[in-house]
């Protein structure tokens, strides 16, 4: 991890540094897919002769995967690589707007970026600075071939609202532990007082390409992906021009903007999701998220008692650099060895229970319909997430929560590296948040929203017919009931994977041993002695459980 200051310069557009007039510019593009505030962008058409907008297609990351347990590459998912390729057509077609175009070519990024500076003498190098270590290692690459030549870079921090190092040394070496700190530590942002770059006038056009094999945005079924059909069309349109399309949307009601709470929104709503859905446009970065925060806070100008952070929408921007910077700050933030801040749990290995939560087959209605959504969709509620990441680990099944990070990783269209591992971290109680005696019931939570279970009726339509009274517990249905709804538990419908009231106390005896260990080692847990702590909770479980938690998975 660096924290050069040198590496995160941002210039505000009085303030950049003089530039050799004439000269080729590389704009970069990864994340940030968006012509408004593109400082990266701005600065590349400034006294240039030449622009080269360029996007890398990695065949690592679109390759077709035929042994994933769902539809996409070794790493993504088709819907979020669907996202990805429409919000390139769309900078495309902006670009074009301009004067200009964006250049897609295919390879390694790294590989192909270099090629690029030598066959397009390029003198200028830019892109948005990117904190996750991918893009960490990816960067040191280009970046100390760039220097070696002599090309200037520029890669300023606008994926989120504060420089992490700015926040990291101001906390003395070391990222604040929550959301609190973070916003007391950050303060206002200090593009705050001047207006954003909103869109350049002109962008000088795309000089000779050389031998480079430019091509355009190809299509999911020119990467090799078979036309797949869905009962429903996709929740998501990739690009900037929708993402600018949603944020008037969501704020063109100023009172709901104002007054927003996150904690009081509701899981189960579908048909009228009840947040802004702007997740996987500031994932991908086809809207700024500073822009975003500048909108919000003209709104809350016209209102005396607006919520505040942690709860409000601003609140919800702050907890997103909130984990951004935590995941910058602390080594293997997305492992639980080795990793600090993480409590060291002796989570179950049984790949049949993983297989049961991942395609929905747990045999309870609310975490299997949410994980029906998410696998359509690309996207669920937050507290859907609360609900079904605590059911696999530290509320129901014990299961590793990297397990359960990596099938979000690849099913949710808005995964992001630092929030999807910060949230399973907080989840399942190894990080953040250390109540785990606190859990959500897969059954009595989301009857606090939907007492007649219209959201299990949709997502999962062998239920539509069960009546309210068994829709969240189906399997206490009488044999006549299920028989008159067309369900029959355990033939129909799975029968539920475990005994959630036996199953939770295990989990929280289970937790708290480890809590024990943790504490009397200081954090420092040896593989042995993991090992040690799972051998006796193992025993324990054996002895104060004589049947087989788990049924037979159908």
């Known amino acids: 991890m660096r924290l050069s200051s040198q590496t995160f310069t941002c210039f505000s557009p009085s303030s950049y540094p003089n530039m050799t007039s004439g000269s080729n510019s590389l704009m970069w593009f990864r994340k940030g897919l968006r012509i408004h505030d593109n400082p990266a962008l701005e600065y590349a058409a400034k006294n240039s002769?030449?622009?080269?907008?360029?996007?890398v297609i990695d065949p690592h990351y679109m390759?077709?995967?035929?042994?994933?347990?769902?539809?996409g590459s070794n790493l993504a998912g088709l819907n979020r690589i669907r996202f990805l390729l429409e919000s390139l057509v769309d900078l495309d077609s902006n670009l074009k707007k301009l004067g200009a175009r964006l250049l897609v070519l295919h390879g390694e990024p790294g590989e192909v970026l270099i090629r690029c500076l030598k066959e397009w003498d390029i003198k200028r190098l830019c892109f948005e600075y990117d904190t996750d270590p991918y893009y960490q290692a990816l960067d040191a690459k280009v970046q100390s071939y760039a220097l070696e030549s002599g090309i200037e870079i520029f890669s300023p921090v606008s994926h989120t609202?504060?420089?992490?190092?700015?926040?990291?040394q101001k906390n003395g070496g070391t990222p604040p532990m929550n959301c609190l700190s973070f916003s007391k530590l950050a303060g206002?942002?200090?593009?705050?007082?001047?207006?954003?770059?909103?869109t350049p006038s002109v962008i000088p056009p795309v000089g000779d390409v050389g031998n480079c094999e430019i091509s355009e945005v190809p299509t999911v079924k020119q990467l090799g992906y078979d036309d797949i059909q869905e009962d429903e069309p996709p929740v998501f349109k990739g690009g900037e021009s929708e993402a600018l399309r949603r944020l008037r949307e969501s704020t063109k009601d100023k009172?709901?903007?104002?007054?927003?709470?996150?904690?009081?929104?509701?899981?189960?709503?579908?048909?009228k999701p009840s947040t802004t859905m702007l997740s996987p446009y500031l994932k991908f970065g086809c809207l700024s998220s500073r822009y975003f925060y500048q909108c919000i806070k003209e709104i809350e100008k016209e209102f005396k008692n607006h919520t505040s952070p942690p709860v409000s929408l601003l609140g919800q921007l702050f907890w997103r650099d909130?984990?951004?910077?935590?995941?910058?700050?602390?080594?293997?933030f997305d492992r639980m060895r080795g990793n600090k801040i993480c409590r060291q749990i002796p989570w179950n290995n049984d790949d049949e229970l993983l297989a049961a939560w991942r395609d929905a087959r747990t045999g309870f209605p609310w975490i299997d319909a949410i994980m029906?959504?998410?696998?359509?969709?690309?996207?669920?509620h937050h507290l859907a997430r609360h609900s079904v990441a605590c059911f696999l680990t530290r509320g129901d099944l014990f299961i590793h929560w990297e397990k359960g990070r990596d099938v979000f990783e690849r099913l949710l269209v808005d995964s992001d590296w630092a929030i999807n591992n910060g949230n399973w971290l907080w989840l399942s109680c190894s990080a953040f948040f250390y109540q785990y005696h606190r859990i959500y019931s897969p059954i009595t939570f989301g009857k606090k929203y939907d007492p007649t279970g219209a959201y299990i009726r949709h997502f999962l339509p062998v239920l539509k017919d069960m009546p309210k009274e068994y829709i969240y517990e189906p399997w206490t249905a009488p044999l006549s009931v299920q028989t008159k709804a067309k369900c029959i538990i355990g033939k129909d419908y799975p029968k539920p994977v475990i005994s959630h009231e036996t199953a939770s106390k295990e989990c929280k005896r289970k937790m708290a041993e480890a809590y024990d260990l943790n504490k009397k080692q200081n954090g420092i847990v040896s593989d042995e002695d993991l090992q040690n702590l799972r051998t006796r909770v193992e025993d324990q479980s054996q002895a104060t459980?004589?049947?087989r938690l788990k049924q037979k998975l159908i």
């Open 49 to 55: 002769t030449h622009v080269y907008p360029l996007f």
């Open 63 to 71: 390759k077709p995967d035929p042994t994933a347990f769902s539809p």
């Open 161 to 168: 609202l504060f420089n992490p190092a700015d926040i990291i």
């Open 188 to 198: 206002e942002p200090h593009w705050l007082s001047s207006s954003l770059s909103t």
């Open 255 to 271: 009172k709901w903007v104002a007054t927003f709470e996150k904690p009081n929104t509701d899981p189960s709503a579908f048909i």
């Open 322 to 332: 909130f984990f951004y910077t935590v995941g910058f700050g602390t080594p293997n």
């Open 372 to 380: 029906v959504q998410l696998r359509k969709w690309g996207w669920i």
């Open 545 to 547: 459980v004589p049947r």
